[in-house]
């Protein structure tokens, strides 16, 4: 070692002056370098959580490329609209509500959560109702969020007897039951398309919250868009009727005949719609838009406040660490509604899967698809990037549900499974009953 270092100390000496001040400020520089590049910058990148896992990856990257790292991702909320269609401008204006059905293996917290809704409400809810451990397969939840995605009411229909309302007071939650007397009765309407299929739809005779059902019970089989006059819905449908009013109702199943060929929709003991054959009606969605998994530079938070000012700046996706030039995958089968430049969201693309989902893809390099293309499931549509309002090479991703960013990680994406064993022996009698009052005049 001395030998080396003596052998360098002639070598260098024997340089001219000039050169030797070059030299050493060649060496300075690196120096800095080096030591910025360990410290400051990996440690910004980890913003200093001390846990167990932070402390790996912090270990783990010194000795990796550090390339492909962001400092940090996005220093704004990124304002791009969710892309609409002609037919979103028609569809009846709901109030802010969101809903959801209990699918196999849900828990009051997973429905929630997937929304971003704190854990510590969650555990309020349940305080104020045990019986919200036991959720049942096909029972339906809906709730109501105030401006700062707070959770202010949620609705939970236990039977067709029974729904459950919860209020915020405060921190708490109040409980009121909901006890129904009103009489079910089975009512079957026809739509002929005259026009807008939602006027033609109201003229019917069907309500807004029953023309939604309509419209998602057959957003598989079905672009809604392309309807032609005189294409003919027939709607079966459970309506609680209480002082001669309606109360709620239930879509049990539809039939459109359109173009000669007949599409059915019609409902499962699950409270999901499948076709007359019981089977999945899409591929169903990938969890993430890469082929492998990257690391996540930047958490779904809808409220997360601005370090700076302090104000909420809601980030409405994930961020994962991707190289520039990564494939950028559509996570399902679907539509695209935007391929282009914006200045936050950078080159970026909007896909919508059915009516109720949506997906964006941004601060991508090069963009490979074009508004109106239809993709598949798993499909190259761009390649990352570091585009528009954004530091580090990442890709930004979001999932929109009913109009509602959820969380990526988390979200609850539709199982398009088919029905299989005993439950499609029951799903098939019921077909072949509902299918024979389509039929009846
Ligand atoms: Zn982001």
């Given at each position: 070692m001395q030998k080396t270092l003596n052998s360098l100390k002639i070598e260098f000496n024997s340089f001219s002056y000039f050169y030797r001040i070059i030299l050493s400020i060649l060496i300075i520089v690196s120096l800095i370098i080096f030591i910025w590049n360990v410290c400051v910058y990996k440690i910004i990148g980890t913003s200093f959580k001390a846990d167990h896992s932070h402390f790996k990856t912090l270990s783990l990257s010194i000795s990796?490329?550090?390339?492909?790292?962001?400092?940090?991702?996005?220093?704004?909320?990124?304002?791009?609209?969710l892309p609409k269609d002609e037919f979103d401008n028609d569809i009846p204006n709901e109030i802010e509500t969101h809903d959801y059905i209990v699918s196999s293996g849900d828990t009051l917290s997973n429905i929630l959560n997937q929304y971003g809704i704190e854990i510590a409400d969650i555990r309020q809810l349940v305080k104020s109702d045990p019986h919200l451990y036991n959720l049942k397969i096909g029972q339906k939840f809906s709730w109501t969020l105030n401006n700062a995605s707070r959770l202010q009411s949620v609705t939970w229909e236990r039977s067709r007897r029974e729904s459950r309302r919860y209020d915020r007071v405060q921190d708490r939650f109040k409980l009121s039951v909901l006890l129904k007397t009103g009489k079910w009765q089975r009512d079957r309407l026809t739509v002929i398309v005259n026009g807008s299929f939602i006027r033609s739809a109201k003229l019917a005779g069907l309500s807004n919250s029953e023309i939604t059902e309509v419209i998602k019970s057959l957003q598989w089989q079905i672009d809604f868009r392309k309807l032609r006059d005189g294409d003919d819905f027939r709607v079966l449908i459970m309506r609680e009727i209480l002082d001669g009013q309606r109360q709620q109702s239930e879509l049990i199943g539809v039939r459109l005949s359109s173009s000669g060929k007949n599409y059915y929709a019609i409902r499962a003991s699950d409270g999901k719609f499948y076709d007359r054959s019981g089977s999945g009606l899409n591929s169903g969605f990938m969890r993430f838009p890469t082929v492998r998994r990257y690391r996540i530079s930047s958490q779904f938070d809808p409220r997360r406040a601005n370090p700076v000012t302090g104000r909420i700046a809601p980030h409405k996706g994930v961020d994962f660490a991707v190289p520039i030039g990564t494939p950028i995958l559509s996570i399902g089968d679907g539509e695209v509604m935007v391929s282009k430049c914006s200045s936050t969201a950078g080159n970026y693309v909007a896909i919508r899967h059915g009516r109720q989902y949506m997906t964006r893809y941004m601060h991508l390099k090069t963009l490979l698809v074009k508004p109106g293309d239809r993709v598949k499931r798993g499909q190259c549509i761009a390649f990352s990037g570091n585009t528009g309002r954004s530091t580090g090479p990442h890709v930004h991703f979001e999932i929109w549900i009913n109009n509602h960013a959820v969380n990526p990680l988390t979200a609850r994406l539709p199982c398009m499974k088919g029905i299989t064993g005993e439950a499609r022996r029951h799903y098939l009698d019921k077909v072949n009953k509902t299918i024979m009052q389509f039929k009846n005049r």
């Open positions: 990796l490329p550090l390339d492909s790292e962001p400092i940090e991702t996005e220093n704004s909320v990124i304002e791009e609209d």
